[in-house]
């Protein structure tokens, strides 16, 4: 006998513990016999895998697992995705970009819900500033992409760096120093003591022992210095990203 008409018998349902009297006996918008023969949930607890949403919204709303917390493992919850991100949680990568979610948010700073398509190329200058009442008597900054090079006293062209995220790229961030001696690139955004805070400028590919630790595609020798005997010979090497300081020539 089925009291509640809900498709779960009621030897069944007293077995389980729900309400032979209530085809919901959770209420969480699944019948006690969907739950109990098609999604295989708790009949008695709405929120089966304990991630904020309710397996009947998991099921019928987001098309998410309600057995897993992160049901596309891309790093974000379900109940993170759904109400603060406005992500698939049932899709690791919710704009096909190849991107997935978590990256998009955590790492590049990019919109989850924007195709970015592959990344372009911007031109990287190092912008000089002649400054007659400094004891080093210039600065250098480098300029990347739209950037206007118009207040430099003079401006190279270095290279060519991505302007946009994708797979195998990390993001490079612009420091600027506080006392205005120039700029320090790094990996993670995190400032120094004297730094304002870190601008991404540009992504870079990531080689060496960790993530981030050496990104190539840049211009550096030793440190940026300003030179006219060595300016057009610079190569393309690799350099520690937290260390590289845009200093002027002493």
Request: a negative charge; proline letters at 3%; glycine letters at 12%.
């Amino acid at each position: 006998m089925d009291f509640d008409s809900d498709g779960l018998v009621n030897y069944d349902e007293i077995y389980n513990g729900t309400d032979i009297y209530n085809a919901d006996t959770d209420g969480d918008g699944l019948t006690d016999g969907e739950e109990y023969h098609t999604y295989r949930t708790s009949g008695t607890r709405a929120d089966s895998d304990y991630d904020g949403l309710s397996d009947g919204d998991e099921v019928l709303v987001y098309g998410s697992s309600p057995h897993s917390s992160d049901s596309d493992g891309d790093g974000l919850r379900d109940l993170d995705e759904a109400l603060t991100h406005g992500t698939d949680p049932a899709d690791a990568d919710s704009d096909g970009d190849t991107l997935n979610d978590f990256d998009e948010l955590m790492v590049y700073d990019s919109d989850p819900l924007t195709f970015d398509g592959a990344p372009s190329l911007a031109d990287v200058n190092l912008c000089v500033v002649v400054d007659s009442g400094s004891s080093a008597g210039w600065y250098g900054y480098v300029m990347v992409g739209s950037e206007s090079t118009s207040g430099c006293d003079s401006a190279w062209l270095l290279a060519e760096v991505w302007d946009g995220p994708a797979s195998g790229l990390v993001p490079v961030y612009r420091h600027t120093r506080t006392d205005t001696d120039g700029d320090r690139l790094s990996t993670d955004g995190v400032p120094g003591s004297d730094e304002s805070d870190g601008e991404l400028v540009f992504y870079a590919e990531a080689v060496g022992a960790g993530v981030g630790d050496t990104i190539y595609g840049y211009q550096y020798v030793d440190q940026w210095t300003y030179s006219t005997a060595n300016v057009s010979g610079w190569a393309a090497q690799g350099f520690s990203a937290q260390e590289v300081l845009f200093e002027s020539a002493n």
